[in-house]
């Protein structure tokens, strides 16, 4: 009885290949182009990255040293969405109440547009940003001989509203078009003996007063990220031929605060940007001739 089993099991996986050939058929133009047509590829990502240093070097040397990025892992994002309204902290309990040391919450979207376009879109998957934190240890310049100590620490974290990356085949730039706030950065820059404490930087009209009709800023996820549109592409130096990096910023739309101004260890006050704007800034990178 086992034998007969076997030899059914072996018939039938010999005749597979005759199945699948007869099931096989020649695929017309409008078949083609429905396949060709569909939504590209989906990508859900959750990540934390640990780097002891990171050493850039050329004559001397800058080091980074114990480089973490990840999630925020607080709760304490943005808290002026909890204060806004009598929904307020209903609201910043559904977008920030959770906490993870971990970046997630992402679906990246990848499609080839009819026009050879490449697009990359990073969206959070519910209806939360995408929080995330970076802290670092010291930032020194090294020599043969000297080095300084430029900065002890630097922490931050914030939220993306969303990212999308397109690679133009008609004029061969790389646009990169975000909604990306800071709720909290720090940073001791020992060289000048400066500390910043509860720098901010939101969309404009989040925070302070909206200069259109004097009323108070609108804490919302809307209004969250700054706006930040950029060109990338290969150029030439401002008044040469020469081959450079290009990047050209044609959008910074944000608000802007810093709590704390530290000038040797005393606070010396606050400083607050309202609706900054900066437009057609362009940039050229190339290495010494």
């Known amino acids: ?22 099931d096989l058929k020649p695929i017309d133009d409008a078949q083609m182009g429905s396949i060709t047509g569909q939504a590209g590829v989906t990508i859900e990502l959750e990540t934390r990255v640990d780097i002891g240093e990171f050493r850039y070097t050329d004559e001397g040397s800058l080091s980074i040293k114990d480089i973490s990025i990840g999630g925020a892992n607080t709760t304490e994002l943005f808290t002026e969405i909890r204060d806004a309204d009598q929904y307020g902290e209903a609201n910043h309990n559904l977008l920030f109440g959770e906490t993870s040391d971990l970046i997630d919450n992402i679906k990246i979207n990848i499609d080839i547009a009819d026009d050879g376009d490449a697009i990359i879109s990073v ?21 043969h001989t000297d080095s300084t100590l430029l900065a002890s620490n630097f922490n931050m974290v914030g939220a993306v509203n969303e990212l999308e990356i397109r690679v133009d085949t008609e004029t061969d730039h790389l646009n990169l078009a975000t909604q990306v706030g800071i709720s909290d950065l720090d940073v001791d820059v020992n060289l000048l003996g400066i500390g910043i404490r509860d720098f901010k930087m939101t969309g ?3 925070m302070g007063t909206r200069i259109d009709n004097g009323q108070p800023g609108k804490a919302s996820v809307s209004y969250l990220g700054a706006k930040i549109d950029l060109d ?18 044609k959008q910074f739309d944000a608000d802007m605060k810093i709590g704390q101004i530290l000038v040797g260890g005393t606070n010396i006050g606050s400083v607050m940007l309202d609706n900054l704007s900066v437009q057609n800034t362009s940039m050229r990178i190339y290495g010494h001739d």
């Open 1 to 22: 009885m086992k034998s007969l089993k076997k030899s059914a099991l072996v018939l039938a996986m010999a005749g597979l290949p005759f199945v699948a050939q007869a």
């Open 123 to 143: 969206r959070p998957l519910t209806i939360a940003p995408i929080d995330f934190g970076v802290s670092t240890g010291e930032w020194t310049l090294e020599g």
């Open 232 to 249: 990338v592409y290969k150029g030439a130096r401002f008044g040469s031929t020469d081959e450079a990096l290009a990047i050209d910023l």
């Open 204 to 206: 404009a009209n989040y």
